[in-house]
């Protein structure tokens, strides 16, 4: 799935799945916009949902807004990647635009669920590195669901006692960040990119790269 395009420093690797989960308003929103901002060479997934599009929210931009039939009609043509129940909601990453990033040598950053991450792993296990952010504590958990002042109370109580269930699936993810300050999770998130960029495996283009410079060293 993953065909190659150039590092930064100019030498081939294939593509990675960068994936951040957390219980609703730990932050996965907040990391993922920094990153697309900050980070060349990172592709946002824009997944499709069937969920009530919030305030300030733009279709296609944040999601591809659907309703149920249009979306059971992408899940039986095939077009999603990974798809899950969320909130009662439909969510679903759509396969095209992923597949065109990673051929093109781009990353691609998903805001997905621990069932989505499955999936993917699933698929793609070598290409996808998985990020799992928490809160610092309940109370600062719920003040974000609020602060953020987009849901119902209603829908926020939902939220909050589903992050105990979410929260459950840590342990499947490759990396923890705790969520304080913005910056410093961003900083961290940011680290791992870095670092997975730079694994030898994905390095499609070292071995030709380090004939090269053999070859220049006995020339
Ligand atoms: N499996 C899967 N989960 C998704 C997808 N898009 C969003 N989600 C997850 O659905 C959950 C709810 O997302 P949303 O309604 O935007 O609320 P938020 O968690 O407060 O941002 C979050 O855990 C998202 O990571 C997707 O395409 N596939
Ligand atoms: N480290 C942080 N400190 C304080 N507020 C934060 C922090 N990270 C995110 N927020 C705020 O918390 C709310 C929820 O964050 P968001 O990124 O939407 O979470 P998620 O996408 O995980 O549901 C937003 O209003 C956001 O501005």
């Given at each position: 799935m993953t065909a190659g395009g150039h590092g930064t420093d100019g030498v081939e690797r294939r593509g990675l799945m960068f994936v951040l989960s957390s219980p609703s308003g730990a932050g996965k929103t907040t990391l993922s916009r920094l990153l697309i901002e900050r980070m060349t060479g990172l592709r946002m997934s824009v997944s499709a949902t069937t969920r009530a599009m919030r305030p300030g929210e733009v279709d296609g931009r944040d999601y591809l807004f659907v309703d149920k039939a249009r979306f059971d009609a992408m899940v039986k043509g095939d077009e999603l990647l990974e798809w899950a129940t969320v909130f009662d909601n439909s969510y679903g990453t759509p396969r095209a635009p992923v597949e065109a990033a990673l051929s093109a040598g781009q990353d691609v950053l998903f805001d997905i669920d621990w069932q989505g991450t499955q999936q993917l792993r699933e698929k793609a296990r070598?290409?996808?590195?998985?990020?799992?952010?928490?809160?610092?504590?309940?109370?600062?958990?719920?003040?974000?669901?609020?602060?953020?002042?987009?849901?119902?109370?209603?829908?926020?109580?939902?939220?909050?006692?589903?992050?105990?269930?979410?929260?459950?699936?840590?342990a499947e993810y490759d990396y923890?960040?705790?969520?304080h300050a913005v910056d410093e999770a961003f900083a961290e998130v940011q680290s791992i990119l870095k670092a997975e960029r730079l694994k030898r495996e994905r390095r499609t283009g070292l071995v030709g790269f380090v004939r090269g410079l053999q070859g220049q060293l006995q020339g």
């Amino acid at each position: 799935m993953t065909a190659g395009g150039h590092g930064t420093d100019g030498v081939e690797r294939r593509g990675l799945m960068f994936v951040l989960s957390s219980p609703s308003g730990a932050g996965k929103t907040t990391l993922s916009r920094l990153l697309i901002e900050r980070m060349t060479g990172l592709r946002m997934s824009v997944s499709a949902t069937t969920r009530a599009m919030r305030p300030g929210e733009v279709d296609g931009r944040d999601y591809l807004f659907v309703d149920k039939a249009r979306f059971d009609a992408m899940v039986k043509g095939d077009e999603l990647l990974e798809w899950a129940t969320v909130f009662d909601n439909s969510y679903g990453t759509p396969r095209a635009p992923v597949e065109a990033a990673l051929s093109a040598g781009q990353d691609v950053l998903f805001d997905i669920d621990w069932q989505g991450t499955q999936q993917l792993r699933e698929k793609a296990r070598a290409d996808v590195v998985s990020v799992f952010i928490l809160p610092p504590s309940a109370a600062d958990l719920e003040k974000r669901l609020h602060s953020r002042a987009q849901d119902s109370d209603e829908v926020i109580r939902k939220r909050m006692s589903r992050a105990s269930h979410e929260m459950s699936h840590w342990a499947e993810y490759d990396y923890i960040v705790i969520n304080h300050a913005v910056d410093e999770a961003f900083a961290e998130v940011q680290s791992i990119l870095k670092a997975e960029r730079l694994k030898r495996e994905r390095r499609t283009g070292l071995v030709g790269f380090v004939r090269g410079l053999q070859g220049q060293l006995q020339g």
